[in-house]
């Protein structure tokens, strides 16, 4: 397996543009959930998905935020429009119940570092 | 809601060194608690884990956590690092059979050769 696959690997944008990152979750995973990076909050669960279904939304920071998975191999989180404080990067993970309580916990994809200037 | 604290952000130690990183979880329910570890430009991996049985946990690489039930800890320690242990160490708590963690903000550990 691949692992998770994550879309762009860098990500260079202009204020106000709309950026779009991509995630495409380990075959038979059913949990899928959006990780942001940042040097001052640390590691900050953004939202996961659950069979496709958006199950935790409350750490969405803004409206400017959304996040959808419309089949079990492929989702996205949407910035629009962008803002320098968006600058960070975004990691994807995934992992079935029964991967959770065993030893490879969640699987994370090598992230994509954003740059919103 | 849980939240996690690890008291150092940055540790310097010299290899052969013993290490120990602290994490503290505020949480009176049953718990499940995580190590991750994140080398340099890559994404993060799981060390260890514990979710119930014996309290020392053995992971990989020689690394081991203690879980204390009355001090609400799960500190990180091994008893000789190496150069290639220079990472960023995430603790991560999820809270009765929910297994969504919630993570600390991280301990940069650097060792110099």
């Known amino acids: 397996d691949a692992g998770v696959i994550q879309s762009p690997r860098h990500e260079v944008t202009e204020m106000g543009q709309e950026v779009t990152l991509r995630c495409k979750p380990i075959?038979?995973?059913?949990?899928l959930f959006w990780y942001r990076q940042t040097m001052m909050r640390g590691l900050e669960l953004l939202i996961y998905?659950?069979?496709?279904?958006?199950?935790?939304d409350s750490g969405m920071p803004e409206d400017r935020f959304s996040a959808k998975m419309p089949n079990a191999s492929f989702s996205t989180l949407k910035i629009q429009p962008s803002e320098p404080r968006d600058s960070a990067v975004y990691f994807c993970?995934?992992?079935?119940?029964?991967?959770?309580?065993?030893?490879?916990?969640?699987?994370f994809g090598s992230g994509t570092r954003l740059t919103v200037v | 809601a849980q939240s996690v604290s690890q008291h150092n952000h940055h540790v310097i130690l010299s290899e052969a060194a013993s290490l120990e990183l602290g994490c503290n979880y505020s949480?009176?329910?049953?718990?499940?608690l995580f190590w991750y570890v994140q080398y340099p430009g890559q994404h993060l991996q799981l060390l260890l884990k514990?979710?119930?049985?014996?309290?020392l946990v053995k992971g990989i690489k020689g690394f081991e956590a203690e879980f204390i039930k009355s001090k609400f800890s799960f500190n990180l320690r091994k008893p000789s690092v190496q150069w290639s242990d220079t990472a960023e160490y995430f603790c991560?708590?999820?809270?009765?059979?929910?297994?969504?963690?919630?993570f600390g903000r991280g301990t940069s550990l650097i060792v110099h050769p």
């Open positions: 991560a708590v999820a809270s009765g059979g929910s297994y969504i963690p919630t």
């Open positions: 514990y979710f119930s049985g014996d309290p």
């Open positions: 075959s038979g995973h059913d949990y």
């Open positions: 993970a995934s992992t079935s119940r029964q991967g959770a309580t065993s030893n490879y916990g969640y699987t």
């Open positions: 998905f659950n069979n496709n279904v958006p199950i935790d």
């Open positions: 949480y009176g329910g049953t718990v499940n």
